[in-house]
Each structure stands twice: as structure tokens, then as C-alpha cells.
Nanobody, 123 residues
Framework: QVQVVESGGGSVQAGGSLRLSCAVS????????VGWFRQAPGKEREGVAA???????SYADSVKGRFTISKDNAKNTLYLQMNSLKPEDTAKYYC?????????????????WGQGTQVTVSS
């Protein structure tokens, strides 16, 4: 069974940085897709960044140039490096995975989800 566990959230001042981690287990194929999503109170869940089976990445316009998604295949761990954080980045961040979504930022396309980790950016 595929399991997803996020870590690395916390509180930071605007302009600061955080790195989120996502440990994925249970796949027999190392070439899986992963997406990072976030949901702020009262708002819909939105896609932030994704990496596909071949390592290609995609980003929401709101985070391009500030966030970087990466994958350590040896550790089966994904990272979301978040720089130049803004108060509007405050949300609960979720990691999700599936085999064939090919870098999608659409949450409905992902099968397996973690419990999320809170990121709070103060002004």
C-alpha cells in the first residue's frame, strides 16, 4: 500500500524559506509522479508544484521562481524548497502521488495523499 508522509512545515517571516519533505513508500516502480498542493482556510485546494515520471516539473504561476520541487530517488523522498515566502503562501501543504498523472496540478487526479503539514508566513 502506498503511503505518503509530509514533514517540514512551520512558521516563518515573510521573505524567509522553508523546505518541505514528502516520504513515499509502497511503490514497486520508482518512476511515479508527485504533486504538492495547498489549502488555505476558506479556499479550495490548489496545485503548487509537480514532478512527473521522467523528472519534468511544473509550477503554479503564483510560485514560479520561488518554489522548487525535487526528488531523491535513492531515498524515495520529494522536497519542496520554498523561498521568498509571502503571507499568502500560508496554508496546509499536502503531498500527493500517483503513477500516471504526468505532472498534473489537478488534485482529483492523484490517488494517494499525505496528512499535510502547516506553513504559516507572517508579515
Amino acid at each position: 500500500q502506498v503511503q505518503v508522509v509530509e514533514s517540514g512545515g512551520g512558521s516563518v517571516q515573510a521573505g524567509g524559506s522553508l523546505r518541505l519533505s514528502c516520504a513515499v513508500s509502497g511503490y514497486t516502480d520508482s518512476r511515479y509522479c508527485v504533486g504538492w498542493f495547498r489549502q488555505a482556510p476558506g479556499k479550495e485546494r490548489e496545485g503548487v508544484a509537480a514532478i512527473d515520471r521522467d523528472g519534468s516539473t511544473s509550477y503554479a504561476d503564483s510560485v514560479k521562481g520561488r518554489f522548487t520541487i525535487s526528488k531523491d530517488n535513492a531515498k524515495n523522498t520529494l522536497y519542496l524548497q520554498m523561498n521568498s515566502l509571502k503571507p499568502e503562501d500560508t496554508a496546509k501543504y499536502y503531498c500527493a502521488t500517483d503513477l500516471w498523472v504526468d505532472g498534473s496540478l489537478v488534485s482529483d487526479e492523484y490517488m494517494y495523499w499525505g496528512q499535510g503539514t502547516q506553513v504559516t508566513v507572517s508579515s
